[in-house]
């Protein structure tokens, strides 16, 4: 996979860490949770390598508490982190929709958005677009 990330040209890999929420935030393990973050958090340097100069954007798809009573979907919240690697760090501060990371990807890979959801903050990354 880092082979692939860090081929030329505009690109979009999209990957689902399923297990942090089937295997632990569902099963209201937060040992396991921990666990499972700690072994990605150590990977994550080789992917920033593989993205050198690009947008790199971590999120879920709904938020999860592994430690509520529920194995619902428990936080009203979806988090996101999105991280450019040249330059300073951006606070994108709450997002008024997780349509907001739609209209990013486009942008970021030359697409049109004609949707009309979502508000693209490519702009605020400083990555540049095609």
Known sequence: MLEFLSRPGPALTFANLVDFDSEYGHRNDPEGYARCVEVFD???????????GAAFFLTGDHGCDPTTPSTDHSRELTPLL???FTGDAVDLQMRS??????????????????????????????????
Do not use: M, N
Not at 42 to 52: G, I, N, Q, S, T
């Open 82 to 84: 999105g991280a450019r």
């Open 42 to 52: 150590r990977r994550l340097p080789e992917v920033f390598d593989a993205l050198a």
């Open 97 to 130: 929709s997780f349509a907001d990371l739609g209209a990013t990807v486009g942008d970021l890979l030359g697409l049109p958005t004609s949707s009309g959801a979502g508000t693209s903050f490519a702009g605020e990354l400083q990555v540049p677009t095609p």
